[in-house]
């Protein structure tokens, strides 16, 4: 879950093990991201929610809209891009709610 995980990396330090000691793997039929058409919404909203909690210090607040920004960008070009216009408007409303604006929402 992202949101989780962005809650556990707010409190607790993060990185990276260079062996690895998970397996993932992808694209079996009963994977989450398959029931659903826009995963990266769902981390949108997650990064939204985690900026309107105020629990982040300066640093963690700078790189999470960092990475809103980015991440909404890509979603808002790609659902324009497919004629979804008021998808990506929703997604440019929830981030005027945290004063946050990609160049994408100002087209």
């Given at each position: 879950d992202y949101g989780e995980w962005l809650r556990i990396a707010r409190k607790v330090p993060v990185g990276l093990i260079e062996r690895p000691y998970?397996?993932?793997?992808?694209?079996?039929?009963?994977?989450?991201?398959?029931?659903?058409s826009a995963?990266?919404?769902?981390?949108?909203?997650?990064?939204?929610?985690?900026?309107?909690?105020g629990v982040?210090?300066?640093?963690?607040?700078?790189?999470t809209?960092?990475?809103?920004?980015i991440k909404s960008g890509i979603y808002i070009l790609g659902a324009l891009k497919r004629g979804?216009?008021?998808?990506a408007q929703i997604i440019c409303e929830l981030l005027q709610e945290i004063h946050l604006e990609p160049d994408a929402c100002m087209s």
């Open positions: 998970v397996i993932k793997y992808g694209g079996h039929a009963d994977q989450r991201s398959r029931q659903f995963m990266d919404r769902f981390r949108i909203q997650s990064l939204v929610n985690i900026l309107k909690s982040l210090n300066p640093e963690q607040e700078k790189a809209r960092k990475m809103l920004k979804l216009k008021e998808e």
